[in-house]
């Protein structure tokens, strides 16, 4: 069973640097074909997607945020660590961790997400 | 970069056929993967790979593409079908993830 869970501060202050770990199981990143990825949606708003990181170490990032982000992992803690600098309000929003099946880049399991404001 | 549209909404009568449609320059090159979300919720995928529905999702929901737009049907829609759609593609040339902007289904 595929389970994935997201944890950090539910407030940071703008300039800030957020901090948000996914926690998995039912899956290793040590596997091949094995992806997880960072999605936030601000209230109301769509999803956007932010970073990704694969079994072999390759990393991708949302062009338009790529100098703010940082995506790592650790395997042997079954945990994927997003980091996001210079936070502003905008950045309020639910981030979501998933993990992305495939070359065809599917995201068939997501966690239950986590909402963080921004506000000084 | 590249861009998914879908409606900003769409309404269907209980009981009958619901479209949600997604286009993109050149997506039929692509696989479209839907998901669904209600309020509150993660999204769920719907569809993958374009058809393809995974395990526990209902038969009433399918997926196509034709030229520039995918396509999501929602047949004998149920209001438990209300929630908001989005559209994703692998954008391999530029290493992306895409989301369209959602589809707000309404079953009046």
């Known amino acids: 069973q595929v389970t994935l869970r997201e944890s950090g501060p539910a407030l940071v202050k703008p300039t800030q640097t957020l901090t948000l770990t996914c926690t998995f199981s039912?899956?290793?990143?040590?596997?091949?074909?094995?992806?997880v990825t960072w999605v936030r949606q601000p209230p109301g708003k769509a999803l956007e997607w932010l970073a990704r990181?694969?079994?072999?170490?390759?990393?991708f990032y949302n062009t338009s945020l790529r100098t703010r982000l940082t995506i790592s992992k650790d395997t042997s803690k079954n945990q994927v660590v997003l980091t996001m600098t210079n936070m502003d309000p905008v950045d309020t929003a639910t981030y979501y961790c998933?993990?992305?099946?495939?070359?065809?880049?599917?995201?068939?399991?997501w966690g239950q997400g986590t909402l963080v404001t921004v506000s000084s | 970069s590249y861009e998914l549209t879908q409606p900003l909404s769409v309404s269907v009568a209980l009981g009958q056929t619901a479209i949600i449609t997604c286009g993109g320059n050149?997506?039929?090159?692509?696989?479209v993967h839907w998901y669904q979300q209600k309020p509150g919720q993660a999204p769920v995928l719907v569809i993958y790979?374009?058809?393809n529905r995974p395990s526990g999702i209902p038969e009433r929901f399918s997926g196509s593409k034709s030229g520039n737009t995918a396509t999501l049907t929602v047949n004998r829609a149920q209001a438990g079908d209300e929630a908001h759609y989005y559209c994703?593609?692998?954008?391999?040339?530029?290493?992306?993830?895409?989301f369209g902007g959602g589809t707000k289904l309404t079953v009046l």
């Open positions: 790979r374009d058809t």
């Open positions: 994703q593609v692998w954008d391999s040339s530029v290493a992306l993830v895409v």
């Open positions: 050149n997506i039929g090159s692509k696989s």
């Open positions: 039912g899956f290793s990143l040590t596997t091949y074909g094995m992806r």
């Open positions: 990181i694969d079994w072999n170490d390759d990393i």
């Open positions: 998933a993990r992305l099946y495939d070359r065809t880049g599917y995201l068939d399991y």
